[in-house]
RNA sequence: CGGGAUGUAGCGCAGCCUGGUAGCGCACCACAAUGGGGUUGUGGGGGUCGGAAGUUCGAAUCUUCUCAUCCCGACCA
């Protein structure tokens, strides 16, 4: 490709709304244009990317046997209310109308759609075990599109999803994808972790979410120190600690702590530290309010806390008025003692003694305070976010905290869909029986973005190779005028397109710095510099963009050193 | 959803307070010089100031409404 007939244009300019750099990259580079909000065009020179990771990520699917098909954007809603999702998946969901007034919505994923193909074209149990994926538009109506491509409203999604017989089928099949997740990411020349996953609202006995490992990512990761283990912080467990509760000390006693509400402020106050406190967080529960109790230092994870069974899902903190229902007083003075609620109290909590808590009236806290003592509790729980230095859940090390942009989730549905929307084969009995499922998806343009905050550095974007737009750019020095400089810069463009090599010959009529900033900025990996001073030796200037070290190299080796890289 | 801000040329911005029908940089076009790290000069094209209504002789500028976009927050206990 020569740059005169492709459409290259980049920006020294950032719009001023693009603040991570994967985002401002993109806009730079010319990848991407804005439409709306959460709504980009993809230009050529973007498309290279995504159709690149398409490509790979095809390729592993097909190779672990799933099979490729294309479902609709624009679902009826006929099928969400099966699954009673119309109304619970929320404002996510773009509803739209056809002209005769029928309800649709725009997917923002597709288990009604395969399940209702399943259902329809699968009815025996020797179809199975069978999986279908679709690269395909999704839209989100995000609440907050930010980021560029990171977090868009209409984005690019390969979703997979599989049918079995029983669960033993379906892990076995979730094993294999994992596996290609794998081999896809490494592929692409991502550093990532597989991590443990919350399977969340949409259920199921377990999950994987894959992060590419960059310090802009959304996603806190706990990973052990000395082992494999890894989970997202929403999953990771607390284990219980081995201490026991030291002896009460203390005498339980009243203080005055006016206008003091946060942990911090009370802390301050009493110059202790807030690992002495504890925090008494009101919410919703299934049938009345429950209090959930944490060290004054640590966490709540939500999560955690929605899964149990006593409190109400989604999860919910209180009002002001319905707090001073329950607790006589404003949300800074909760207290454990005389509490007329029940209290799950944090595994760290449970061996407190001597601590601090809220009195149940304003202004006021109680210090000295010992369980069975003073009061109670009803139920112990891991109710926190782990943290730096808690042991690892598996027993090996001490945990660690990453961040992550979440590429790719795999979750083991079971048979919830199916159930609901009866898709039903015969099984070796003959007997009628709802299908188990898996489904395994990966943010396609999510992957270009996390592509890109991995690998950049002052200059622009360094590809990895193999999602590069162009894999060798040649760089002409002064063409225009030198017809040495022609004849070599057209002799070895000739050379590599016939090879099959995906090369970019910068023919425009521009300063060198022009050109250099230009290849830089969009990261092709390998750059060629030709130009009468290195001809004068027979020679052409390859430089690499990911070390940006220049080396000479005889012109008649160049094509051979190239192919050499790009084996 | 709550709070804050912004909409003036493709992008980044000034002008608005103290009304008199738009300006700068980048980008774009032409010519020339330059020709190994975003070079320089000259000359150009392009916007009616997010939209609507109002005040006024006159509105980018003042008022009201509206739309759009962006940022922050949604653990305070």
């Not at 065009?41 to 490509?55: A, C």
């Not at 109308?97 to 209702?116: L, M, N, Q, W």
């Not at 991590?195 to 949409?202: F, K, P, R, W």
Request: charged share 25%; aromatic share 6%; with cysteine.
């Amino acid at each position: 490709m020569k740059t005169t007939q492709f459409h290259l244009q980049t920006r020294k300019e950032t719009p001023a709304d693009a603040e991570i750099i994967s985002h401002q990259l993109m806009i730079r580079t010319g990848m991407i244009s804005r439409l709306g909000s959460g709504l980009y065009n993809w230009t050529p020179l973007g498309l290279k990317v995504l159709r690149k990771i398409e490509k790979i990520v095809r390729e592993e699917m097909d190779k672990a046997g799933c099979l490729e098909m294309i479902m609709p954007t624009i679902q009826p809603a006929g099928l969400w209310q099966e699954t009673a999702r119309w109304d619970k998946y929320g404002d996510l969901l773009l509803k739209i109308k056809d002209r005769a007034g029928r309800d649709f919505c725009f997917g923002p994923t597709h288990e009604e759609v395969i399940t209702d193909f399943a259902r329809k074209e699968i009815k025996s149990y020797k179809q199975l075990p069978i999986t279908f994926y679709q690269i395909q538009t999704k839209f989100r109506d995000e609440i907050r599109p930010r980021f560029g491509v990171m977090r868009a409203r209409e984005f690019l999604m390969k979703d997979a999803y599989s049918f079995h017989l029983n669960i033993d089928c379906l892990k076995d099949t979730y094993a294999k994808m994992h596996q290609a997740y794998c081999n896809i990411f490494e592929r692409i020349g991502l550093t990532f972790r597989p991590v443990e996953a919350d399977s969340g609202e949409i259920g199921g006995t377990g999950s994987h979410e894959f992060h590419v490992l960059a310090d802009s990512g959304e996603d806190a990761i706990a990973y052990s120190t000395e082992s494999d283990y890894a989970a997202n912080i929403e999953k990771c467990e607390v284990l219980a600690p081995t201490k026991s509760r030291p002896e009460p000390q203390q005498e339980l006693k009243i203080i005055d702590t006016p206008n003091k509400k946060s942990i911090q402020e009370v802390a301050d106050f009493l110059a202790i530290s807030p690992k002495k406190i504890i925090k008494t967080l009101l919410v919703a529960g299934v049938d009345a309010p429950v209090a959930l109790v944490l060290r004054g230092d640590h966490e709540l994870n939500e999560i955690k806390a929605a899964n149990l069974a006593e409190v109400a899902s989604p999860f919910t903190l209180l009002e002001d008025e319905e707090i001073k229902q329950v607790a006589q007083c404003d949300a800074g003075s909760i207290g454990v003692k005389d509490l007329n609620c029940h209290i799950i109290v944090d595994r760290a909590v449970a061996i407190m003694s001597d601590f601090v808590t809220g009195a149940n009236e304003d202004d006021k806290h109680l210090s000295g305070v010992n369980w069975q003592r003073d009061t109670s509790f009803n139920q112990v729980e891991d109710l926190r976010n782990a943290k730096v230095g808690d042991p690892s859940p598996d027993g090996k090390g001490t945990i660690k905290i990453a961040r992550g942009i979440e590429v790719g989730h795999i979750f083991q549905l079971g048979d919830v869909y199916a159930q609901s929307m009866n898709a039903v084969v015969l099984n070796e009995q003959g007997k009628s029986q709802a299908m188990t499922m898996g489904c395994y998806s990966i943010g396609v343009t999510r992957v270009v973005a996390a592509a890109i905050e991995q690998n950049h550095d002052e200059k622009g974007i360094i590809w990895p190779q193999q999602i590069a737009p162009f894999t060798v750019v040649i760089l002409p020095m002064n063409m225009k005028k030198s017809e040495r400089v022609k004849q070599a810069v057209n002799d070895l463009y000739n050379q590599l397109k016939n090879l099959g090599v995906e090369v970019l010959l910068d023919d425009r009529k521009i300063r060198p710095g022009v050109m250099f900033a230009d290849a830089e900025l969009l990261g092709i990996p390998h750059q060629i510099t030709i130009g009468d001073r290195s001809l004068d030796d027979g020679e052409v200037e390859y430089k690499s963009r990911k070390d940006m070290q220049s080396i000479r190299v005889k012109q008649d080796e160049i094509v051979d050193h190239l192919q050499s890289l790009l084996a």
